[in-house]
């Protein structure tokens, strides 16, 4: 097992030497202010046989998990996905997010699977409940598994933890404590402060590099806000709002582009947003329809859609100075309450370098596309802070307690015109039946008599 640990400071952040104390054995943090990054490494046999005869049936997987709580973001860790979990094959399946608000039941199955009865690896389980997004990747060509949690800002006081080197002296340990520096190169990123291996170090280490990275950040006034103008009806409209600092790009060939995960309960009209329509997309500002992927039946009630919803990509238009950016054309099937997770915005200048680093979007561009990610803002209408909306359809609601239209009043009154109808056809099924039964026989008799004269 290798242990990873980085510590990364903002610029405003103040940092003593006493706050890092490095021994044979292990290290000593103190009061650390900083964003956190834990990554553990596990080989094939490290792990339970039961997982390990999941994973040789992947050649790759990657599952990602984001919060619904706002955070920060700051390099290197600027990419984001929608709230909710993504699970990404890369040699079969597409992505298939799920809306999972937190992670009980993976830490529970990680406490009781994975650690046992080692109660440091169940403590370092718990954490994960704190965790801003997790990030699990295996690959198949060197049979490992990492972990990955990132939590953006530290508890109140700071981080105050020892980092220990395990007894058995099998597993590595690396410790970063690490700042953003200015790069010379907009397409890297450059780092600098202190490395250390514990237990092979006999001190903390200065260290200053730099890398390509496709992920940049902006500013923390980059924001946008999402909502859906009331009444929302059958058809609700979209309008994302930007911050004034982001109506206007960076660099004349970038671009703004929205990249939306819905769910089964909420369709769009994949003829309309792809229309070539200068009036509409003017209107709406929107440029075009760049991917879809996913459930786009326009007929099928929610119940027998199979699949989890759909993803959307939209390259949109900067709008005028004050004006709001607005996407038009969402519908929504019957339900009375849907969840929206709020679309990831970024912003995209071409002839860029990096690596793919397995998002859900990163392959719908070009491999040297460089991305700008805006800072998603919770609404302002009383939702708890948290990066989703929920969406009310105008059905008939079957309360117990909403007088005449109360749920046993609709089911007796439906059974009542079903058993009338059916009376109804009945009585004159029958009415038929014997007023031809009586012609009949008129017509027999008839045929006799004439016969016998």
Request: net charge neutral; aromatic share 8%.
């Amino acid at each position: 097992m290798r242990r990873r640990t980085t510590f990364l400071q903002r610029h405003d952040t103040s940092f003593e030497p006493h706050q890092a104390t490095l021994t044979s054995k292990s290290l000593s943090i103190r009061n650390l202010d900083a964003a956190r990054e834990d990554r553990v490494t596990f080989s094939f046999d490290e792990l339970p046989s039961e997982l390990t005869q999941v994973l040789k049936q992947c050649h790759q997987l990657h599952i990602r998990w984001t919060t619904e709580q706002p955070y920060d973001t700051l390099p290197p860790f600027s990419s984001r996905l929608t709230p909710g979990l993504h699970v990404l094959f890369t040699s079969s399946a597409p992505e298939r997010p799920t809306l999972l608000p937190n992670l009980h039941n993976f830490v529970g199955f990680v406490q009781g699977t994975v650690c046992a009865t080692n109660t440091e690896c169940r403590e370092r389980a718990a954490n994960l409940l704190s965790a801003d997004s997790i990030d699990i990747s295996y690959d198949g060509l060197s049979h490992t598994l990492t972990l990955l949690g990132l939590w953006s800002s530290s508890p109140e006081g700071g981080w105050t933890e020892k980092i220990e080197k395990h007894d058995a002296g099998t597993d590595k340990v690396e410790v970063g404590i690490l700042g953003c520096e200015k790069a010379a190169d907009p397409e890297e990123l450059k780092m600098g402060g202190l490395l250390a291996v514990v237990g092979e170090n006999e001190k903390l280490k200065p260290t200053l590099f730099s890398f390509p990275s496709r992920h940049h950040p902006l500013p923390s006034d980059a924001i946008y806000t999402v909502s859906f103008p009331e009444p929302t009806g059958m058809h609700p409209t979209m309008t994302i709002s930007l911050s004034q600092p982001l109506l206007k790009p960076p660099h004349d060939s970038c671009s703004l582009y929205s990249y939306l995960t819905l769910p089964s309960s909420i369709f769009g009209d994949k003829y309309q947003l792809s229309t070539t329509d200068p009036l509409f997309l003017q209107s709406h500002n929107l440029v075009s329809l760049r991917a879809v992927a996913g459930e786009t039946d326009l007929e099928a009630p929610d119940w027998v859609v199979p699949s989890w919803g759909s993803n959307w990509l939209f390259k949109l238009a900067t709008p005028p100075s004050g004006q709001s950016q607005k996407i038009l054309g969402m519908s929504q099937s019957r339900f009375t309450c849907g969840t929206f997770v709020l679309p990831s915005l970024v912003i995209a200048p071409p002839q860029s370098h990096g690596q793919l680093v397995n998002l859900s979007w990163e392959g719908l561009f070009d491999p040297q596309t460089m991305f700008y990610q805006l800072h998603p803002s919770p609404s302002k209408d009383g939702n708890g802070g948290r990066l989703v909306e929920e969406l009310r359809v105008p059905v008939l609601r079957l309360g117990r307690n909403n007088g005449v239209f109360s749920t046993k009043t609709i089911e007796l009154g439906t059974v009542m015109v079903i058993t009338l109808g059916l009376v109804w056809v009945l009585w004159k099924l029958g009415s038929v039946v014997r007023s031809s039964g009586t012609g009949v026989g008129e017509r027999r008799h008839q045929g006799k008599e004439k016969k016998d004269k």
